[in-house]
């Protein structure tokens, strides 16, 4: 018995069966292509974005949010360097509280002055800049200490501190010195600075509680006409700063204790 087909039809199973094996092949592949391509945006992409966080911790720039929530490990580690940023923006904090504020009045102390001035002089040397300087000293605080003790000293300087940071402003504040203060003042008028000071002596008067404050203070407007630098600014408010105290002491004016504890 001979049977005669033609060869396309004796080969239909073997082709039908390759090409639904080629064809589930390639779904798998495209299927699998899919998900490596998601899988690897999801873990590579936040790695990418831990790298770039600890380059720029590296440089210095702390403020950096990250936003990533998964729970798998990126996640965790992602959390930990969420976590040391916040630490070491709470090291650095304190520690510029402790570079740059006073320890006995809790006001900005002298290393912060000079910062302020570093860059008021840098803004001087791009123009006229409206800025305004106090400078206080505190009168007779060298007899409290030595007749009543430094305890009494301290509380002279901690009282005049809390008057004028009620009058000027905590962020304008700045001890100099043992008995001298300085505040700074931008973007004001004479007029104001000059309400302000009215405003200052008459809160120091008020105060008779159980120390009587006495302070020479001399301030100003700074003045490109007439003031060639902050230094030269500085030197005059300075010297009438002093020159009221001179007067002060000629009519024996000056801070006494009034209760002694």
């Not at 039809?9 to 899919?34: C, H, M, Q, T």
């Not at 501190?161 to 973007?187: A, C, M, P, W």
């Not at 105060?207 to 003045?223: C, E, L, P, R």
Request: glycine residues 4%; proline residues 1%.
């Amino acid at each position: 018995l001979a049977i005669c087909a033609p060869l396309y039809e004796i080969e239909y199973i073997n082709r039908d069966l390759f090409y639904k094996i080629l064809g589930s092949a390639l779904f798998i592949a495209f299927v699998f292509w899919i998900m490596s391509f998601y899988m690897a945006d999801t873990i590579i992409r936040p790695l990418k974005r831990l790298t770039q966080a600890a380059n720029e911790i590296a440089n210095g720039n702390l403020q950096i949010n990250l936003d990533y929530n998964s729970k798998d490990e990126v996640g965790v580690l992602a959390r930990s360097f969420e976590e040391t940023i916040k630490q070491l923006n709470k090291r650095i904090e304190y520690i510029n509280s402790l570079a740059y504020t006073d320890k006995l009045t809790n006001s900005k102390n002298n290393t912060s002055y000079f910062y302020e001035v570093a860059h008021i002089k840098e803004s001087l040397t791009k123009g006229s800049m409206n800025f305004a300087l106090f400078l206080v000293d505190i009168n007779g605080l060298k007899k409290v200490n030595d007749v009543y003790g430094h305890q009494f000293g301290n509380k002279l300087i901690v009282e005049t501190t809390n008057i004028l940071v009620q009058v000027f402003g905590h962020d304008n504040v700045y001890r100099i010195g043992g008995d001298e203060f300085s505040v700074i003042l931008k973007n004001t008028t004479e007029e104001f600075c000059q309400t302000l000071v009215e405003r200052f002596y008459k809160e120091i008067a008020e105060k008779t509680q159980d120390i009587k404050i006495s302070v020479a203070m001399g301030f100003g407007n700074y003045d490109s006409a007439i003031d060639e630098s902050y230094e030269s600014f500085f030197k005059r408010i300075d010297e009438e700063m002093y020159h009221n105290k001179k007067k002060m002491k000629a009519l024996g004016e000056t801070s006494d204790v009034l209760i002694k504890e």
